[in-house]
């Protein structure tokens, strides 16, 4: 008796862990990250070394910088449309001016 209850709560665990391991992101979107830093750090750094300056910050959706709903799409924690949807129907910009008649 004392194995079945040791075996249930061992299937508890691996359950409890799938779980968490179902809540992660992919593990390809991870390297995928992490090289993007490394690129990045690299090419910093040269830049440091033969300009005297970094790099700066690159532009969005330019090689080896993906937009944020890349990475969003990428790392599988939600969809950026969703996201967009929900800020849409709160309703307007704050500190939007109503307009009046124009002339």
Avoid at 5 to 21: G, N
């Amino acid at each position: 008796m004392a194995e079945q209850q040791k075996k249930s709560m061992f299937e508890q665990a691996l359950d409890k862990r799938a779980e968490w391991a179902a809540q992660q992101p992919s593990l390809g979107a991870e390297i995928s990250a992490m090289t993007r830093e490394a690129v990045k750090d690299v090419r910093n750094s040269i830049h440091q070394a033969f300009f005297g300056k970094g790099e700066g910050m690159g532009e969005p959706g330019a090689p080896m910088n993906p937009t944020p709903q890349e990475v969003t799409t990428e790392r599988g924690t939600g969809s950026f449309e969703a996201a967009l949807d929900r800020a849409g129907s709160r309703g307007g910009v704050h500190g939007e001016k109503e307009k009046g008649m124009e002339r």
